[in-house]
């Protein structure tokens, strides 16, 4: 005695976000039976095992059936064979393309490519997600990637209207593709205390800033890939370090400012003197570390270590004096300025495009 | 020639790959309709080809018009080999044909093949000129309506109903045509569909050249079935009651009552496929021979109670029930003549035509099948029915009824064996619709006149000639005449009818094995064993009935299905508590051999649990009837104090409940005798099914009794289950996995639906089949609507005075007076005034209680904002109902009849999910395409909706399976009433959309 078939059909697509939830998680059937009767449902509605395991398998199938429409969500709107109301499938595909930061983290700058897929099951040991799980999300990004890839426009826009995805999901996106692109070093181990929210926000500063499309919306691939010229220009920041005057004056700059008595912040500081004498031994280091990134950006091997470099050029140096991000932002904007003052310094335009970007990565990126 | 068919191929959109080299596609598209045939331009590497066609015309006969549908192929072009189909469209062009339907054929269609289901879509034009000599038609019958809906449709009135109609067509089945063997099962299958849509073409033509006959000019409660004889050929047969409709106009209705909601009214549609009613008590000795026939009838009981509220009521109803539609009684000039079969396919009637009902009328008889030779000579099928039809009649003359209403037929095929069922409800008419009554109609009229709520349970036969054992009372309502003790009917309850209490699904399951035998042996196997089959479901209803405190069935249907070695039988309807019949008796457990003492107490224990459950299950009902009281008698309007009965809650009821116990002792109590202890388990777990979840109800016909204030979430679903037994069970195993194949089911369903609670199942169908030996399949169809608990004063907009009457004993307390007529204005416009509060303060507290409750309930309020958002996207959401109306919205316009053939194959099975995978695709297309040809009418809802058909065939090992499924209903336009109206919708929807499950539309 078996039920051989079993099947619910409603004219109204029925989908139980429970059960969606723990479909994308990989869940199999059996084990997603086990986590619902945890879960306390069949005491709320009077309902058997034998109940819930039919359920869920219905709602499987379902899901099942609606994948292939949740890799072209546009389609999911104005296909037949599902009617889904439309705040349900807003559900369902900003669901479907949610994606783990633990998974992200993994993958995040790697080449979305068949070798990187074929590691998913070291990722899945590794994050305690899924491998089915791990597949889906990898796959999200994969398609994503290969869509916008070919697209002019905005990059967050583009994701936006073909994915249907809602705004903060978008810009997500938006910095996994910008990272899979530029192949962005994320793994090493002095990186890994940084979420992938970090780095989405330092993505979301370079494409708005240090990609072509920041400056020409017109552009081809535009906010993909960084601005050439752009690059190219910062060599020229180079004379901030090479030029020895030039590094003393923009030092004295630097310190006068922050210690003179009348800034604004100067008495908030006075008690850690200490920071601000430390601070003057290392501007050269600090000064150094910063321009010497900019002047490398041009070779794409160094663009991959922007953010290994960040870190130990300037964020390591600073959080073994014990700087607080107050501190720090106080220091990069008065060094940023000051620089403005510098009589022989030129190249104004191209150090405010720079320092506002790694001004406000490295203050992101500066946990205290 | 008095046709021109236009269409035009605009574009089409998600095509398949075809071309696995570009993976593009270029398409084409053939439209043929007869004979002949149009191509579009090839549309070269595209997945979404515009091909925007010249306008293709047939000049055709309407003959051929009603006949045959229009074929679209869409087709791969390809230079060196054939072109591949990708998929085909049928449209039926009739719903163009009417002058009053659909006047252009214009959307998104799915294109669908039976290999492959549904391969993207196409954009079509479809029109017709119908050029204006309609006086000629012999053959067509251009203009007749069609509606499955088995009631007058709402926004039409009846002018006048001419009685049954029925008709069959019959051919040879092109799969078991010798070419089938050569051809490919695409071809074949595509055959089939074509076949059977020309047939159903055909047949509808001419049922409609008979109601033209009649002088009709549609045809309400069409109910077409197909029996797939296998080797003797497939026949289409259909009944329906001819009548002469007349568009009621729109204007005033909507503006001057606020009022015309939505339905308080029921209707019901034609059951799915295979019902087969009748209720045994007595019947026929079973002869042997082939062709014999069999029947039985089942005896009614009814009774009224205090009478009804008299003309007051009766001049409002119009206004409140369905809308626009009066049913208006026509002057007594146009009588009707019945004719040789006084049967109505309807359930529900309009007001005063239903004098009296005498009980359920049903037939059998069991037929070998052997090969039609001729299909222009259908005469051995139609002799079968008329004989069924025959008998049919003479039970109803016997139960003193010159009509049958809630009529239907149906059959069961098992190889060479054929059952065939009809049954329906005897009962008394209005002699305003008929020119011969049989009886006094004179009295009738009057009678009905003064007791609407209890009319129609008085017995009209004769008390001294009882055709069965019965006991007779005086009405409880109002006492003047008699009725029986329990009543069954296959009709949906009537809107007047008084009812305590709320209303439950009941059924009855029966598996009984049977000898694997060959030709007239099997037959007549088959024929003894049916008698016991239907007394034994009777005997469980009637059981079940009284444990549920009820005394009346409504919307009983009685499916037979045969198997190779076993017969299924399945009773399901709706229990009530009519409250002009007797309370029910008790159920008395008595031992036959009362010796030994641990079996007297194991028997009273089993009394006690029993009677704890009929208590139980009156409070769940709120069944609480009234006292006898003596005053009541005579008094013109005592209904006010039945309403404030209904209203009463449950802490009141319990006196009444402790003083009903009395009753389970009393002599009329139902005797249950059982043989040893065994068969006292059995019977216990028989007649106890398991309750109803909290906030559930359930019911087979168009509405709850007791339910009202429906929210416009409403979810229309179909479920399958196929059960595979091991061999060699005994009939109380095979009973026992039977029940809980069902009650399983039924628990699937309540879970899947918790989102809508507090909700109602209504329409709840179960069909049962044996597709081969050893499974059983079970499949359901029905529609879950959401109602308010908080919202009792909503009533108002339901069933106007009657209801707010209601209301305002609900507001102010049920000591009633059963006042005067002066009395009931005023509370009525003093009705009108609070309305106008209650419908703030009413969804208010919805609101309050959406958020609390459970985190489940958001469904409703969902709905209502995704309606609206909807607009917007590029899908139209189309309804789907298997009831005649959708809650909170008008239906204004009808636009034609869906009837649709599909057959779905695949031979690889495994790949697309097993079984089930195959079927719930499967289904999910025919909805699909059962929405996009509404839409593409121009309609957003299927009222009536019902799947008729549908025959699955599985060959695991060969990893094949096949499917066909036929599905009918209304193609309607409604309008929201919130649209008219949105206040109280607007709070609703605003409410927080938090958990899972949610649907609503």
């Known amino acids: 005695m078996s039920v051989e078939l079993d099947v619910f059909v409603g004219n109204t697509t029925i989908m139980d976000k429970e059960v969606y939830q723990l479909w994308l998680n990989g869940y199999t059937v059996n084990d997603a039976v086990k986590v619902r009767i945890e879960g306390g449902v069949m005491e709320e509605c009077e309902a058997s095992a034998e109940v819930l395991l039919s359920d869920t398998m219905d709602q499987y199938r379902t899901f099942q059936m609606c994948e292939r429409l949740l890799h072209h969500p546009a389609k999911l709107a104005n296909q037949l064979l599902f009617q889904i109301p439309p705040d349900r499938q807003a559900m369902l595909i900003e669901r479907y393309y949610a994606f783990d930061d633990s998974f992200v983290r993994e993958v995040l700058g790697k080449k979305l490519s068949k070798g990187t897929k074929k590691d998913l099951d070291d990722v899945s040991t590794k994050t305690g997600i899924t491998l089915k799980s791990c597949r889906r999300q990898f796959d999200n990004f994969k398609r994503v990637f290969k869509v916008v890839e070919e697209l002019k426009g905005p990059l967050v826009e583009n994701i936006r209207q073909h994915f249907l995805l809602p705004d903060q999901l978008a810009r997500d996106y938006a910095a996994i593709v910008f990272f899979a692109n530029n192949r962005f070093e994320t793994g090493k181990k002095k990186l890994q205390y940084l979420t992938f929210q970090d780095f989405a926000f330092c993505a979301g500063q370079l494409i708005n800033n240090w990609t072509l499309g920041a400056v020409d919306n017109m552009m081809e691939d535009m906010d993909v890939d960084l601005d050439k010229e752009f690059l190219q220009d910062l060599k020229d920041l180079k004379i901030l370090i090479t030029d020895k005057d030039l590094l003393d004056q923009h030092k004295s700059r630097v310190n006068n400012e922050t210690s003179h008595p009348l800034s604004l912040v100067c ?19 600090l000064s150094r570390g910063l321009v010497n990134i900019a002047a490398k950006l041009i070779n794409a ?52 495009r720079y320092m506002g970007v790694i001004k406000s990565c490295i203050l992101r990126m500066y946990h205290d | 020639m008095p046709g021109k068919l236009k269409a035009k191929i605009v574009a089409g959109r998600h095509l398949p790959v075809m071309d696995r080299a570009s993976d593009l596609t270029d398409a084409f598209v053939e439209v043929k309709f007869g004979n002949t045939t149009f191509k579009t331009d090839v549309y070269p590497k595209s997945l979404n080809p515009q091909w925007n066609s010249e306008w293709f015309k047939f000049e055709v006969d309407d003959e051929d018009l009603q006949d045959e549908p229009l074929q679209i192929t869409v087709l791969d072009h390809d230079t060196y080999s054939a072109n591949d189909a990708i998929g085909k469209v049928y449209i039926d062009i009739d719903p163009l044909l009417c002058s009053e339907a659909a006047t252009v054929i214009s959307g998104w269609l799915p294109i669908y093949d039976t290999i492959h289901g549904i391969r993207g879509e196409i954009n ?11 006086n000629r038609f012999r053959q067509s019958s251009c203009g007749v309506k069609f509606f499955c809906t088995t009631s007058i449709p709402r926004c039409y009135r009846a002018v006048m109903v001419h009685g049954f109609v029925e008709e069959l067509v019959v051919n040879e089945d092109p799969e078991y045509q010798w070419i089938d063997r050569i051809r490919t099962p695409r071809a074949s299958n595509e055959a089939r569909q074509r076949l059977i849509f020309l047939m159903s073409g055909e047949l509808q033509r001419k049922i409609g050249l008979k109601v033209l006959e009649m002088g009709g000019n549609a045809v309400v409660g069409y109910l077409q079935c197909f029996d797939l004889e296998g080797e003797s050929g497939l026949v289409v047969r259909a009944i329906g009651t001819a009548c002469t409709l007349e568009k009621i106009s729109t204007f005033p209705a909507t503006a001057t009552h606020p009022n015309n909601s939505s339905p308080s009214k029921d209707m019901k549609e034609p059951g799915f496929g295979e019902e087969a009613p009748g209720v045994p008590l007595s019947s026929g000795p079973p002869t042997p021979l082939r062709a014999q026939t069999f029947s039985s009838f089942s005896p009614s009981k009814s009774y009224s109670r205090q009478s009804s509220s008299s003309d007051t009521e009766l001049s409002l109803t119009p206004k409140t029930g369905g809308h626009l539609c009066h049913f208006c009684m026509i002057p007594p000039s146009p009588f009707c003549v019945f004719q040789e079969y006084p049967f109505f396919t309807l359930t529900a009637f309009p007001p005063g035509f239903l004098l009296h009902v005498g009980g359920v009328v049903s037939a059998r008889s069991v037929k070998l099948l052997d090969r039609i030779h001729n299909p222009d000579e259908p005469e051995t099928r139609d002799a079968w029915w008329e004989e069924i039809r025959q008998e049919i009649k003479s039970h109803a003359k016997a139960l003193g009824c010159h009509a049958v209403v809630g009529y239907s037929e149906s059959t069961s095929i098992c190889e060479e064996v054929c059952i ?31 007791s609407p709520g209890c009319g129609f349970c008085h017995i009209p036969y004769d008390e001294l000639n009882i055709p069965f054992p019965a006991q007779l009372t005086y009405c409880y309502c109002c006492r003047r005449y008699k009725v029986p003790d329990v009543l069954f009917t296959t009709i949906d309850l009537p809107t007047e009818a008084n009812v305590t209490g709320k209303g439950c699904l009941i059924q009855a399951r029966l598996c009984r094995t049977k000898k694997k035998a060959q030709g007239e042996g099997n037959a007549t196997a088959i024929s003894s064993l049916l008698p016991f089959l239907e007394y034994e479901l009777h005997t469980q209803l009637m059981n079940k009935l009284k444990l549920r405190g009820m005394n009346a069935l409504f919307g009983l249907r009685i499916q037979i299905s045969v198997g190779e070695t076993m ?38 224990t089993m009394q006690k649990k029993i009677n704890d459950t009929i208590d139980k299950n009156k409070e769940l009902y709120e069944i ?38 009395l009753s389970h002792g009393k002599k009329d109590a139902f005797v249950l005798e059982i043989d040893d202890t ?20 359930s019911c087979n016909t168009e509405i709850m009794p007791g339910i009202q204030n429906w929210t416009s979430a409403i979810q229309m679903f179909t479920s399958v289950r196929v059960f595979r037994l091991n061999a060699n069970l005994t009939n109380q195993g095979l009973n026992k996995i039977f029940s809980d194949l069902c009650e399983n089911l039924l628990k699937s369903l309540y879970f899947k639906l918790r989102s809508m609670v507090p909700c109602c199942l209504c329409h709840l169908n179960f069909t049962v089949a044996i597709p081969e030996d050893e499974l059983i399949q079970v499949a359901v169809t029905a529609v879950a609507m959401s109602f308010d608990k908080e919202q009792p004063l909503e009533n108002g907009k339901q069933s106007g005075e009657k209801t707010l009457i209601k209301g305002k004993h609900v507001l102010y307390s049920p000591s009633v007076d059963y006042s005067s007529f002066a009395d009931r204005c005023s509370s009525w416009i003093e009705q009108l005034k609070l309305k106008a509060h209650t419908i703030r303060r009413g969804s208010v507290k919805t609101t309050s209680s959406l958020e609390k409750a459970s985190p489940l309930p958001e469904g409703r309020s969902r709905s209502l904002r995704s309606n609206r958002s909807y607009s917007g996207s590029s899908v139209a959401v189309v309804k789907m109902t298997p009831l005649s109306f959708i809650p909170g919205a008008k239906i204004i316009k009808y636009l034609g009849i869906i009837n649709m053939f599909f057959i779905r194959e695949t031979s690889s099975l495994r790949e697309e999910g097993g079984v ?75 409410t927080t959309h938090t958990s899972n499950g949610g649907e609503g539309t």
């Open chain 1, 267 to 285: 008495n908030a500081l006075r008690g850690k003197t200490n920071v601000f004498n430390e601070m003057e031994a290392n501007f050269k280091n």
């Open chain 1, 301 to 352: 091997k160094d663009v991959r270590d922007f953010f290994i470099d960040l870190v130990e050029k300037f964020i390591e140096p600073c959080r073994s004096d014990k700087w607080t991000s107050i501190d720090m932002n106080l220091y990069l904007t008065h060094y940023t300025n000051s620089a403005h003052i510098l009589d022989t310094f030129k190249h104004h335009a191209v150090w405010t």
């Open chain 2, 916 to 990: 089930s995978g195959f079927l719930h695709t499967f289904i999910a297309e025919v909805f699909a395409m059962v929405r996009a040809h509404v839409a593409a009418l121009g309609g957003n809802a299927v009222v009536s909706y019902s799947m008729k058909e549908c025959v699955f065939m599985e060959n695991p090992n060969k990893n094949q399976a096949q499917c066909l499924i036929n599905v009918s209903g209304d193609a309607v336009i409604f309008v929201r009433e919130s649209e008219l109206e949105s206040t109280s919708v607007q709070t609703q929807s605003a």
């Open chain 2, 624 to 661: 609480n009837p009234p006292e006898v009281v003596e005053e009541i008698i005579g008094s013109p309007i005592p209904e006010p104090r039945q309403r404030s009965r209904l209203f009463r809650s449950h802490s009141e009821s319990s006196d009444e409940v402790s003083e009903l116990d």
């Open chain 2, 678 to 697: 065994d068969a006292v388990e059995d019977i216990h777990a028989l007649l106890t099914d398991s309750p109803t979840p909290a906030g559930f109800y």
């Open chain 2, 567 to 604: 017969l299924l039988g399945l009773a399901s309807a709706t229990g009530v508590y009519l409250t002009a019949l007797p309370s029910p008796g008790g159920i008395q457990i008595a031992g036959k051999t009362p010796s030994d003492i641990t079996y007297e107490q194991h028997i009273s």
């Open chain 2, 124 to 134: 079509v034009l479809v029109k017709v000129d119908l050029f204006n000599d309609l």
């Open chain 2, 420 to 450: 065939l069922s009809a049954s329906g409800t005897a009962a008394v008419l209005s002699s305003r619709f008929m020119q011969d009554g049989p009886l006094d109609t004179e009295h009738r009229l009057f009678e009905e006149v003064v």
